[in-house]
């Protein structure tokens, strides 16, 4: 066991350390006018399991670092996503006015359309809550939901790569920050006994990490030929065309 010390200065890491990752990120798109190559459904999966995991917490009162970083996560996300649309690209689902998703989720016009459906969320889960929260079955399932959504974090980032060819548009200090930060987490889990929900979870967002360090090599960062992060190019296309 380390110093209390040690495990004080950890625990402040976790509770700032994750939501400063993205600081980064939101100054460049800013500077750059631009919210290319960065998968706005990060903040989506970031602000529902959070969410998500706060209401975990009343249910398990695990280390209260993990808690402060959820909420401070929140806000972060709020204000990345606040940005992403100000300046999102010219070429998207939202300016060509379609989506291929179902009601077309997360690729609404407006700010006000995702605070709603946040809103909305947290009714419903406080409801469920309110109604569950005292079945430790469904406490557990909560978390498990709460870390598992979280650990698909790279996983839109690692498709809009895929689909540009490129890493254009996503900094390198979020890369960095997502492994060096997701290395730490996983130490930290095991290190402070956390619930197993943290550890499983969180081996598995540190391994999809590691593959787009891998796409960062592969493909590089250069611009590509066509950005067009949240849907097909031949969707797109059709629709000008209409």
């Given at each position: 066991?380390?110093?209390?010390?040690?495990?004080?200065?950890?625990?402040?890491?976790?509770?700032?350390?994750?939501?400063?990752?993205?600081?980064d990120q939101a100054f460049s798109i800013v500077k750059r006018k631009d919210s290319t190559g960065f998968s706005k459904d990060t903040c989506a999966i970031l602000l529902l399991a959070n969410l998500t995991r706060c209401f975990f917490w009343l249910g398990e009162r695990f280390e209260r670092a993990l808690l402060?970083?959820?909420?401070?996560?929140?806000?972060?996300?709020?204000?990345?996503?606040?940005?992403?649309?100000?300046?999102?690209?010219?070429?998207?689902?939202?300016?060509?006015?379609?989506?291929?998703?179902?009601?077309?989720?997360?690729?609404?016009?407006?700010?006000?359309?995702?605070?709603?459906?946040?809103?909305?969320?947290?009714?419903?889960?406080?409801?469920?809550?309110?109604?569950?929260?005292?079945?430790?079955?469904?406490?557990?399932?909560?978390?498990?939901?709460?870390?598992?959504?979280?650990?698909?974090?790279?996983?839109?980032?690692?498709?809009?790569?895929?689909?540009?060819?490129?890493?254009?548009?996503?900094?390198?200090?979020?890369?960095?920050?997502?492994?060096?930060?997701?290395?730490?987490?996983?130490?930290?889990?095991?290190?402070?006994?956390?619930?197993?929900?943290?550890?499983?979870?969180?081996?598995?967002?540190?391994?999809?990490?590691?593959?787009?360090?891998?796409?960062?090599?592969?493909?590089?960062?250069?611009?590509?030929?066509?950005?067009?992060?949240?849907?097909?190019?031949?969707?797109?296309?059709?629709?000008?065309?209409?």
């Amino acid at each position: 066991m380390f110093p209390e010390w040690l495990s004080t200065v950890a625990s402040v890491g976790m509770a700032v350390g994750p939501p400063l990752v993205y600081a980064d990120q939101a100054f460049s798109i800013v500077k750059r006018k631009d919210s290319t190559g960065f998968s706005k459904d990060t903040c989506a999966i970031l602000l529902l399991a959070n969410l998500t995991r706060c209401f975990f917490w009343l249910g398990e009162r695990f280390e209260r670092a993990l808690l402060i970083q959820s909420i401070l996560m929140i806000f972060a996300q709020i204000a990345l996503l606040f940005i992403c649309l100000k300046y999102r690209p010219r070429i998207s689902s939202e300016s060509l006015g379609g989506s291929s998703r179902p009601l077309s989720f997360w690729q609404w016009a407006t700010f006000t359309q995702y605070i709603e459906f946040l809103a909305g969320f947290i009714l419903v889960q406080g409801i469920a809550f309110l109604i569950f929260g005292r079945s430790k079955l469904y406490v557990s399932i909560l978390g498990f939901v709460a870390l598992g959504l979280e650990s698909t974090l790279p996983i839109p980032q690692l498709i809009s790569n895929y689909k540009q060819r490129s890493l254009y548009g996503f900094r390198m200090s979020t890369l960095l920050g997502w492994v060096g930060g997701d290395s730490f987490k996983t130490w930290y889990f095991f290190n402070e006994g956390s619930p197993l929900q943290f550890k499983v979870c969180a081996i598995f967002q540190l391994s999809i990490d590691f593959v787009i360090v891998a796409q960062r090599f592969i493909y590089g960062n250069a611009p590509p030929e066509t950005v067009l992060p949240d849907d097909d190019l031949e969707q797109a296309l059709a629709l000008e065309d209409d």
